[in-house]
């Protein structure tokens, strides 16, 4: 190892034997040391980081002056200088990229025909970072304002020269969140009408980022066009049908065997989720009809297919986890209930040092045919008080194909998203009489518990009564 790498190592190795004894040391001791060792762990940390920028920054400047195969990256088998500061640092992916973002803000790069080493983007952050006055996150926080901004040089400096005096201020000391509201001011202060026009500013700004699975949950970030935006909310208003927002969705309780023993509708709140749930589940159902259309392209060969790995004996006893591709954390077994009752299932059988022995896929999805009969039979989404058109559903199997249910149209029904999600845990039961679908709903929308033949079809619906009569 290099002197620096030595040296670092021997630092590493001293605070290695404080953090040992750091927790008895601190239970004993009063708020104010508590606090002290916290702003100068701080501290160190801040320094720490401003090396892994630094060594970062060259790695950077290295990659950028030869050819691919020469690259650092390259040659240390990674595709790039984030997967490459990931490794070698074990941090997440995405405090690896802040790492990257920093190292090129502050980097002070060698002009190639000269040999000159020429000034950082942020003169001043780098000098904060290199004192231990802001860290990763605060040159991130102020990079991020400015990047893509088109004020000119000077106005940039002026503005990094008043946030690393901030940074390292001899009274309060300003956090990296307190940082990017401060060069957020500066930003609309020198572009307080907008240099570009709005159009082009927004067309540069739109984006949409997925962020890390947290507590089963994927967060979304990000800003639409306009039209973008409407168009979305029109497709969300034909999953949704808006006309009955904000009032209460009558429960029809009715029966078309006998209409004398119809005792009305029951005025209740069918649909319990609020206005931001109602779209994430518009936008699956998008989503799913968008895939299902054979519209999009190809993706590995085939429609884009969203694939779920579940064990055999997790999926028929309703315990353990299921996986999605790449993404380490598990999503429940019902979810995976859900993506195979309308996909395809395959069977891959392992030995037991991994090697896969057999693949059988078995016939479990629903055919065109089978669809449009199906459709015609229901109409539209079976639940009561549901208005989800046909074309957006998805076909349930009312006995579920792990249990020996065929794929057939006496064991098929039409479900939207929302209500194949939850069906088993929402109140709602459904069961085939003769090939014919019957609901029994919650105690809220019949008292009596009662199995009635649902439909939604016109057709289907006419004929009902034209055999009574």
């Known amino acids: 190892m290099t002197d620096l790498a030595d040296a670092l190592a021997e630092l590493g190795d001293a605070l290695g034997g404080l953090s040992a004894s750091a927790g008895e040391r601190l239970r ?3 708020d104010s040391d508590v606090l002290a060792a916290l702003a100068a762990a701080g501290r160190v940390r801040r320094l720490a980081e401003a090396v892994v920028v630094e060594a970062t920054a060259v790695i950077v400047e290295r990659d950028e002056l030869v050819g691919h195969a020469d690259r650092v990256t390259t040659r240390y088998g990674c595709r790039h200088p984030s997967e490459l500061v990931q490794r070698a640092t074990r941090v997440s992916g995405r405090t690896a990229a802040d790492v990257v973002a920093a190292a090129k803000a502050v980097r002070r790069s060698t002009a190639p025909s000269t040999g000159e080493v020429l000034p950082a983007e942020f003169p001043g952050m780098r000098e904060a970072l290199v004192a231990g ?3 990763l996150d605060g040159v991130v926080a102020v990079a991020g304002v400015f990047r893509g901004s088109l004020i000119g040089r000077e106005a940039l400096l002026a503005a990094d020269e008043e946030l690393a005096g901030a940074a390292a201020g001899a009274g309060a000391r300003v956090s990296a969140d307190e940082l990017r509201a401060m060069a957020q001011v500066w930003a609309a202060y020198f572009d307080p009408d907008g240099a570009e026009p709005v159009e082009a500013r927004a067309i540069r700004k739109r984006g949409l980022t997925f962020g890390r699975p947290t507590d089963g949950l994927v967060p979304i970030r990000g800003g639409l066009l306009p039209e973008v935006a409407a168009q979305f909310q029109l497709c969300v208003d034909s999953v949704l049908n808006p006309r009955v927002d904000g009032a209460p969705v009558p429960g029809p309780c009715f029966t078309e065997d006998d209409p004398t023993t119809a005792d009305g509708p029951f005025e209740s709140t069918a649909d319990t989720r609020t206005a931001t749930q109602k779209r994430h589940d518009a936008l699956a159902v998008l989503l799913t009809a968008a895939a299902a259309s054979g519209e999009l392209p190809m993706l590995g060969g085939a429609a884009p297919t969203l694939v779920v790995q579940v064990r055999e004996e997790d999926l028929a006893t309703g315990r353990g986890y299921a996986h999605l591709p790449g993404e380490p954390e598990p999503i429940s077994i019902a979810a995976a209930r859900h993506v195979a009752c309308a996909g395809v299932m395959q069977r891959v059988v392992c030995g037991d040092a991994g090697r896969i022995v057999s693949i059988t896929t078995l016939d479990r999805v629903f055919t065109h045919h089978q669809r449009r009969a199906v459709t015609l039979r229901d109409g539209g989404c079976l639940i009561p008080g549901c208005d989800v058109p046909p074309q957006w559903c998805e076909i349930h199997h009312v006995i579920e194909h792990s249990r020996g249910g065929p794929t057939h ?17 929402g109140g709602w039961q459904i069961r085939m009489i003769d090939g014919i679908p019957h609901v029994r709903g919650p105690s809220w929308w019949d008292t009596e518990g009662r199995w009635r033949p649902a439909s939604k079809s016109p057709t289907v619906r006419r004929e009902r009564i034209a055999l009574r009569t």
């Open 28 to 30: 004993i001791g009063a």
């Open 133 to 135: 006055d802001a860290g």
């Open 409 to 425: 149209t006496d064991n098929g029904v039409l479900l939207c998203w929302f209500h194949h999600r939850t069906i088993d845990t």
